[in-house]
């Protein structure tokens, strides 16, 4: 079992930064990656990055150059760096953690992207 806590979300004008963290605690020594998702309203979730044991990254299209995912293993954490965001970029972002076969989800932090 692990247990994940989403923090960091906000609100932001268009153009500006926010840093997401995503604390995993419980059986982390078995998490094989790490990710982000979002799910605007109306919407289904989406992949936004992805993150393994290895550091491999995985990115979608829509914010490659403007994202970046990083993990400290050390601090069982997994940050979402998100630079130039967009008003597009508003959504609730959902952390989650693959430990073969299950896949765990955070709570959930709101993003939103106006002036």
């Known amino acids: 079992q692990v247990q994940l806590v989403e923090s960091g979300g906000g609100l932001v004008q268009p153009g500006g930064s926010l840093r997401l963290s995503c604390a995993a605690s419980?059986?982390?020594?078995?998490?094989?990656?790490m990710g982000w998702y979002r799910q605007a309203p109306g919407k289904q979730r989406e992949l936004v990055a992805t993150?393994?044991?290895?550091?491999?990254?995985n990115y979608a299209d829509s914010v490659k150059g403007r994202f970046t995912i990083s993990r400290d293993n050390a601090k069982n954490t997994v940050y979402l760096q998100m630079n130039s965001l967009k008003p597009e970029d508003t959504s609730v972002y959902y952390c989650?953690?693959?430990?073969?076969?299950?896949?765990?989800w955070g709570q959930g932090t709101q993003v939103t992207v106006s002036s």
């Open positions: 989650n953690a693959f430990i073969v076969p299950t896949l765990y």
């Open positions: 419980g059986s982390t020594f078995s998490i094989s990656a």
């Open positions: 993150i393994t044991s290895g550091g491999g990254t």
